[in-house]
């Protein structure tokens, strides 16, 4: 059930212990939370950009179904998912407090639906093809969802949308870009993870079992290859059944903050919420703890390849 954002005084934003930054607006609440552990134990990051859950007040009252959308834009409980896998392995985690619903912060600042907005798009900007996702209803602020229809009863002030994209989506993204070189200059190389979760993809043919993962790397350009190859033999090892790029390759984090060039590595990981929430994929099923046991092993495994890549030694066993 949805519930109003409060602050309650502490450093914990939904249970997450760490450092919050920017603002979500209508709330007193961080628009994130950071946490680096001391030393860097190993040079890797999780984020989870869709995790967040704090809903302001007005936010609720302005949308048409809060419940459904909320059920439907969340990777619901990916946050819980990757503080489990963060604190098992010394990752560092970057985590959003602020909900999709109000902005998602895996989409271009640009790549809005303006018919959505009051006033339209600003002076010089216009529909494009890059913004056709957005025309659809998944653009930077989502619009529309199967089964629903419009998220919104009225169209957003362009006002409310800069309030969204300085409190929220510029110091998300200035935080991690700040985390990753931190990282970097630490080990020579880093690896991002940013980790989603996913419908159930239906069995394709020849596959005896559909894809309970998927790998993107925005089809090679966002990280090394060895690093794709140590994931799938890790899956392969675990009897678990993972898909490179399709359906999903990665998005606007990865075409950001990825700089194989410069070490800075990243890989976007979907998990099938069949995987680890119950029957109406809304809360953590028995099996959340065994997938968080999977992913700290190969976050373990790809932490080994990173360090190797940047000279350095991981002085843990690689699973």
């Given at each position: 059930?949805?519930?109003?954002?409060?602050?309650?005084?502490?450093?914990?934003?939904?249970?997450?212990?760490?450092?919050?930054?920017?603002?979500?607006?209508?709330?007193?609440?961080?628009?994130?939370?950071?946490?680096?552990?001391?030393?860097?134990?190993?040079?890797?990051?999780?984020?989870?950009?869709?995790?967040?859950?704090?809903?302001?007040?007005?936010?609720?009252?302005?949308?048409?179904?809060?419940?459904?959308?909320?059920?439907?834009?969340?990777?619901?409980?990916?946050?819980?998912?990757?503080?489990?896998?963060?604190?098992?392995?010394?990752?560092?985690?970057?985590?959003?407090?602020?909900?999709?619903?109000?902005?998602?912060?895996?989409?271009?600042?640009?790549?809005?639906?303006?018919?959505?907005?009051?006033?339209?798009?600003?002076?010089?900007?216009?529909?494009?093809?890059?913004?056709?996702?957005?025309?659809?209803?998944?653009?930077?602020?989502?619009?529309?969802?199967?089964?629903?229809?419009?998220?919104?009863?009225?169209?957003?002030?362009?006002?409310?949308?800069?309030?969204?994209?300085?409190?929220?989506?510029?110091?998300?993204?200035?935080?991690?870009?700040?985390?990753?070189?931190?990282?970097?200059?630490?080990?020579?190389?880093?690896?991002?993870?940013?980790?989603?979760?996913?419908?159930?993809?239906?069995?394709?043919?020849?596959?005896?079992r559909p894809g309970e993962?998927?790998?993107?790397?925005?089809?090679?350009?966002?990280?090394?290859?060895?690093?794709?190859?140590?994931?799938?033999?890790?899956?392969?090892?675990?009897?678990?059944?993972?898909?490179?790029n399709r359906p999903y390759?990665?998005?606007?984090?990865?075409?950001?903050?990825?700089?194989?060039?410069?070490?800075?590595?990243?890989?976007?990981?979907?998990?099938?919420?069949?995987?680890?929430?119950?029957?109406?994929?809304?809360?953590?099923?028995?099996?959340?703890?065994?997938?968080?046991?999977?992913?700290?092993?190969?976050?373990?495994?790809?932490?080994?390849?990173?360090?190797?890549?940047?000279?350095?030694?991981?002085?843990?066993?690689?699973?």
């Amino acid at each position: 059930m949805i519930t109003s954002a409060v602050m309650d005084g502490g450093t914990a934003i939904g249970g997450i212990e760490g450092e919050g930054g920017g603002e979500i607006p209508g709330s007193a609440v961080p628009a994130f939370t950071l946490r680096r552990p001391a030393g860097a134990p190993i040079p890797v990051l999780i984020a989870a950009p869709h995790g967040g859950k704090t809903y302001p007040p007005q936010l609720i009252e302005r949308m048409r179904d809060a419940e459904f959308a909320a059920l439907r834009l969340e990777d619901r409980h990916v946050d819980r998912l990757a503080d489990a896998v963060a604190s098992a392995t010394g990752a560092a985690l970057l985590v959003a407090n602020a909900p999709r619903a109000m902005l998602d912060l895996n989409r271009a600042t640009d790549d809005m639906d303006w018919s959505m907005v009051a006033e339209g798009a600003p002076n010089g900007v216009r529909h494009s093809a890059a913004n056709r996702r957005a025309r659809s209803g998944l653009g930077l602020v989502p619009r529309r969802l199967t089964g629903l229809g419009e998220i919104w009863k009225n169209r957003l002030d362009r006002e409310e949308l800069e309030a969204r994209i300085a409190g929220v989506h510029a110091p998300y993204h200035a935080a991690l870009a700040g985390a990753l070189e931190d990282l970097r200059d630490r080990w020579g190389a880093v690896l991002l993870i940013d980790l989603h979760s996913m419908p159930p993809l239906a069995t394709r043919p020849g596959e005896q079992r559909p894809g309970e993962f998927v790998i993107g790397d925005r089809f090679g350009a966002s990280c090394q290859h060895r690093l794709v190859r140590s994931a799938f033999a890790f899956f392969e090892r675990h009897d678990r059944v993972a898909l490179h790029n399709r359906p999903y390759a990665g998005g606007y984090v990865l075409d950001r903050h990825a700089l194989p060039a410069r070490g800075i590595h990243a890989l976007q990981i979907e998990v099938c919420r069949t995987s680890y929430l119950d029957a109406r994929f809304a809360e953590p099923s028995g099996r959340f703890a065994g997938v968080a046991r999977t992913l700290a092993g190969l976050v373990r495994a790809l932490a080994s390849e990173v360090a190797d890549m940047g000279g350095a030694r991981l002085p843990l066993a690689a699973e």
